[in-house]
């Protein structure tokens, strides 16, 4: 998606559909798309692991990703994210923190999960910096809503109320993951769940990154300590930042241009009323979530050059791999707060 007057480069690549692959020759990585429905023909990209402009690779489908070439990746601290037909995420594969400092986190990270005095401060860190996410999005949006509920699902349940007005009607979108037959928290039964499960699970994958590059466990977390899902920890970690998704989602809905927003012809419902989209309509969605990724805000980061304010311009994706720093130091005893 080309913006006039803006940074065309993005940081991710999406390969999906019959026959797509990552390998290597002559030390390249070869990415391929997978085959065109009519034509056959395949998209193919090469090179240098250190030159390829890609941090994060989405893939979709039946296709082949040869070990050579996930070493390659994983050496280079470039996230694979496998995800099934609806968005939903199967599986990440990222680097491993090799050392005395992230063996150290994660002896303290299994402490602090035994200590139910440390979850609840967590715990409530985490929800107090998710609803302050949630009122920020609707100010963005154009909401007048200025608080929330103290409980979580009463406060998710007037945000995505409040969000689902500014969504326009022809996308069907009521509240999150709901249809007007039943809810459900597997696939999506309209375009922007759809959207939002996908974002989601993008999100996820780059926190999942960070977590493991800490050295922590990605499935010992301390709000979602029973969630039925994969990598709990990793859901602590993304409540705060959901936000980003959700813009990105009314952004590519409410766009001006009619050739960048949502357009019907580009998914489908399938017999038990799933939502499946085109690839185009993906690919579209994620450079849009890409670049609010790395869109900068003044942060308090601790650490580089100083400045007057003592803040710095931080990219949003830097702060959430911030947060998981601030987390893991907190379980160590290295910070006596845990700060997002």
């Known amino acids: 998606m080309t913006l006039k007057n803006k940074r065309n480069h993005y ?74 037909t609806y968005g939903k995420p199967i599986t990440y594969c990222n680097s491993m923190m090799d050392s005395l400092t992230g063996t150290k986190y994660r002896i303290a990270q299994y402490d602090t999960f035994r200590d139910p005095t440390k979850c609840e401060y967590l715990t409530k860190q985490i929800l107090t910096a998710k609803k302050e996410s949630q009122l920020k999005l609707l100010k963005l949006i154009g909401s007048d809503v200025v608080s929330l509920p103290e409980k979580e699902h009463l406060a998710s349940k007037i945000h995505f109320a409040e969000y689902a007005k500014f969504i326009p009607e022809r996308y069907g ?6 249809s007007f037959i039943r809810t459900s928290k597997n696939n999506a039964t309209d375009i922007i769940n759809a959207l939002l499960n996908y974002g989601y699970s993008v999100l996820a994958g780059e926190i999942s990154k960070f977590v493991c590059g800490f050295g922590l466990d990605p499935y010992f977390g301390f709000m979602h300590r029973s969630h039925t899902g994969f990598q709990p920890l990793v859901y ?9 998704v959700d813009y990105s989602v009314y952004s590519i809905a409410n766009n001006s241009s009619k050739r960048h927003r949502i357009k019907l012809k580009e ?15 993906i690919k ?57």
Request: hydrophobic share 35%; proline share 1%.
């Open 11 to 84: 940081n991710v690549k999406l390969l999906r559909g019959y026959g797509h692959s990552i390998s290597v020759k002559n030390s390249k990585l070869i990415l391929k798309n997978g085959r065109h429905d009519i034509t056959g023909e395949q998209e193919s990209e090469v090179w240098f692991v250190k030159n390829m402009p890609y941090e994060k690779i989405i893939l979709s489908g039946k296709g082949y990703v040869s070990t050579e070439a996930l070493s390659l990746l994983s050496q280079n601290n470039r996230n694979v994210i496998l995800v099934d």
């Open 173 to 178: 979108f009521n509240s999150r993951n709901q």
């Open 236 to 244: 602590d970690i993304i409540e705060p930042f959901r936000w980003l």
């Open 267 to 281: 998914f489908v419902h399938t017999r038990d009323g799933n939502v499946v989209m085109d690839s185009s309509l």
């Open 284 to 340: 579209r969605f994620l450079e849009m979530l890409d670049r609010q990724f790395r869109q900068e805000r003044k942060y308090g980061f601790r650490h580089g050059k100083k400045t007057k304010s003592g803040l710095k311009s931080v990219q949003e994706i830097t702060i959430v791999k911030i947060a998981s720093q601030n987390l893991a130091e907190y379980c160590s005893g290295k910070e006596k707060e845990f700060v997002i």
